[in-house]
């Protein structure tokens, strides 16, 4: 449309808005046409604020520290077998409440006297003991005409005290030493037992005993046989931060093992190495003989102080055949009985002292981390005829 037409429209006296109104439709047909309308000016900053262009400031964080990780405080030591008296009344069978049962009539029969003896064999006291009971319980009753229950129970409780003896020293020898050069040495404990007595579960409790009693410990993982020993012990080690000397791969000596472990304890100052070793059978020569050698090679840093046998209670009579072969072998100087919670065996506490001559000094009470206790031949008992 020409400013002619455009003219001529408004002249005719059509509204300017209508005339628009056609001039924008007619534009907006036109095809082809070379002469595109200027877009209307759009006002532009001349500058943009120093604000918008900067790049937001990039907050630098400190270099993330690991936190040191909480090492666990164990449980006091002295108490801990006041825990058994619970764990034996929960058992099926105590032994004690069996004998009271029968001592606490009115007349004691042949019939009586032969279960006394039964109960007493089931539980693992042995043959010899069992008579050695039987017989002083025999002439103290008729003798005494003993009938009230608390003396039939007194009377029990002393020579149940008689046969664990309390006379024999329990005590724990992780006092370091002094070589023949005059330097300090670690007392070396070595702890010995076959597959399936928890024998690593109780080096890692033992070094939780010795660390609450104020003890710095070296644990030396021996045990390179079983895969997963090394990394067992050294969970038990790390979480009352206890160090562990291990071999970088499976199959390694043992007793290089041990040796670095007791040289490790000795250059450091530390008060007591605990060495685990592998599960072995009684009946596998070449193990056994191996056992020997770990105990030479220790000697050369170090005199060892204990050699402590892990049996499980549970075992019963099977386990002085064990005892036995080890006590050979590795000159065992003390038991460790695992597994004595809850149960009625609790005679192979006597058996076994009597089959090596050596005292029982630790016993297993249960599966939690501080349950392993200094065995206490008076509390023992008492737990026995609790209830």
Known sequence: MTNETLEILLAAGIPTAIVVALTTLLVRRRRGSTVDEAPPPVD?????????????????????????????????????????????????????????????????????????????????????????????????????????????????REQLIALVDPTLDRSLHTAPGEAADGSRVPAVVLVVGVNGTGKTTTVGKLARVLVADGRTVVLGAADTFRAAAADQLQTWGSRVGVHTVRSDRDGADPAAVAFDAVRTGRAEGIDVVLVDTAGRLQNKAGLMDELGKITRVITREAPLSEVLLVLDATTGQNGLNQARVFSEVAGVTGIVLTKLDGTAKGGIVVAVQRELGVPVKLVGLGEGPDDLAPFDPEAFVDALLQG
Do not use: F, N
């Open 44 to 156: 532009l900053p001349t500058s943009v604020p120093e604000a918008e262009t900067a790049a937001p400031p990039v907050e630098v964080l400190p270099e993330e520290v690991e936190a040191p990780p909480v090492l666990e405080v164990p449980a006091p030591v002295a108490g801990r077998l006041s825990r058994l008296r619970d764990r034996l009344s929960r058992s099926g069978s105590p032994l004690g409440a069996r004998l009271l049962a029968v001592l606490s009539k009115d007349h004691l029969t042949e019939d009586d006297w032969d279960e006394l003896e039964e109960t007493l064999l089931l539980a693992d006291v042995g043959a010899g003991p069992t008579g050695e009971l039987i017989d002083a319980l025999r002439t103290r009753v008729r003798v005494e005409g003993l009938k009230d229950p608390a003396q039939v129970r007194a009377l029990l």
